[in-house]
């Protein structure tokens, strides 16, 4: 068996004993990526763009065929026969599911997946909160820490990590396991102390438990750490608001930012009941649109490929960003081991509505605008 740890960063064993790889970092990272996506299929050109963007196409590509080589090789220590599951086939690359191979966070995602679907007010029965238990105990940090590639995925990780431990102090709470609830709740405070809704709780909990002075504590600690925290810069990007003092202006005003959507974001006429037919037709609307936004990714050195594939939400988010701290006097003026840039969208992507447009009328054509 096969084992591949992707938190708290990459480590490869084959029964407790650990591989050592001649992967590579880039290689390494690869692996990775196809262990994380497994059953999915990715372009040789995104791969070699993605891992070795700055070697030149010739010598990238030859790289990546060189570490999905190597990858075979350690799919192979963990069962003879493994390797076939890393196929090439045209331009993409796939690693298919196999039994002798066990990744981490799979396991995570799996097991809190139930639970954190029912309602917050239904219990976790004994088995439930043994399985997710172990996944929480299995968490040894951060999704491969310190690699930025990762950063959408190590978020997704620790939010379910989070709420999986949530789900338990609560259930905990609940059956009257008061030590168990706060060991749940500690979690959580360790790896995000600025989660003010479980610092409450656990105060709540040291309380109904007896232990008042180590509430008082926790609430001092907590006063210590909020008065530390400065918001120096603000940005944002709203229809017809353009800076955070615009769009003040216009709540000030009570204005409307709805208005007919444009034809050519979405031509309505080709969606009419006579068109797609009376279940599948949209009726017209209106909506709040961004204009005239626009994305350099040639000077933050954005490969094409690499801008293509990703949402436009996220280059505006980090456009919004890149405003915020030019703002105060650029990123040289940040302490970077202090400070932090907080982004908020509503995670509803461009991409995402053209998906759905297509399924309500596979014939649509839709295009980024």
């Avoid at 951060?142 to 989070?162: M, Y």
């Avoid at 980090?318 to 701290?325: G, N, P, Q, S, V």
Wanted: a positive charge; one cysteine or more.
């Amino acid at each position: 068996m096969l084992n591949v740890t992707l938190r708290g960063g990459a480590l490869f064993a084959i029964d407790g004993a650990v591989i050592r790889s001649d992967l590579g970092p880039a290689g390494r990272f690869l692996a990775c990526y196809l262990f994380e996506f497994v059953g999915r299929a990715h372009r040789r050109e995104r791969l070699a763009d993605l891992f070795w963007g700055k070697l030149e196409p010739e010598k990238a590509r030859s790289a990546m065929n060189t570490a999905v080589w190597r990858t075979r090789k350690m799919l192979n220590l963990g069962g003879k026969g493994n390797a076939r599951h890393l196929i090439t086939v045209g331009e993409d690359v796939v690693l298919e599911p196999s039994p002798t191979v066990y990744v981490d966070i799979h396991g995570l995602q799996g097991q809190s997946k139930q639970a954190l679907g029912k309602p917050h007010s239904a219990s976790l029965s004994e088995t439930e909160e043994e399985k997710i238990g172990m996944a929480v105990e299995a968490y040894g940090g951060p999704f491969l820490d310190g690699d930025d590639w990762v950063l959408q995925k190590r978020e997704r990780l620790h939010s379910i990590f989070v709420r999986s431990c949530f789900e338990l102090m609560h259930s905990a709470t609940r059956c009257g396991k008061h030590e168990r609830a706060l060991d749940y709740g500690r979690r959580i405070i360790d790896t995000d102390p600025l989660r003010e809704s479980v610092q409450r709780d656990v105060m709540l909990l040291l309380v109904i438990s007896g232990q008042q002075v180590k509430a008082l504590v926790a609430y001092q600690k907590l006063r210590s750490v909020l008065p530390s925290i400065a918001v120096v810069s603000l940005a944002c990007r709203f229809p017809d608001a353009c800076s955070p003092t615009e769009l003040w202006a216009n709540l000030l005003e009570g204005r409307q930012f709805f208005r007919p959507i444009p034809r050519e974001r979405l031509d309505l006429v080709r969606h009419g009941a006579d068109e797609v037919g009376e279940a599948a037709s949209i009726a017209s609307v209106c909506a709040g649109l961004l204009t005239g936004w626009s994305f350099n990714r040639a000077r933050l050195r954005i490969a094409k490929s690499t801008f293509e594939a990703t949402d436009l939400t996220h280059w505006l988010a980090l456009k919004i960003a890149a405003e915020a701290i030019k703002a105060i006097g650029d990123i040289e003026w940040f302490n970077r081991t202090r400070s932090a840039v907080v982004v908020a969208n509503t995670l509803m992507g461009e991409f995402s509505r053209a998906s759905l447009l297509r399924l309500r009328a596979p014939s649509s054509a839709t295009e980024r605008s």
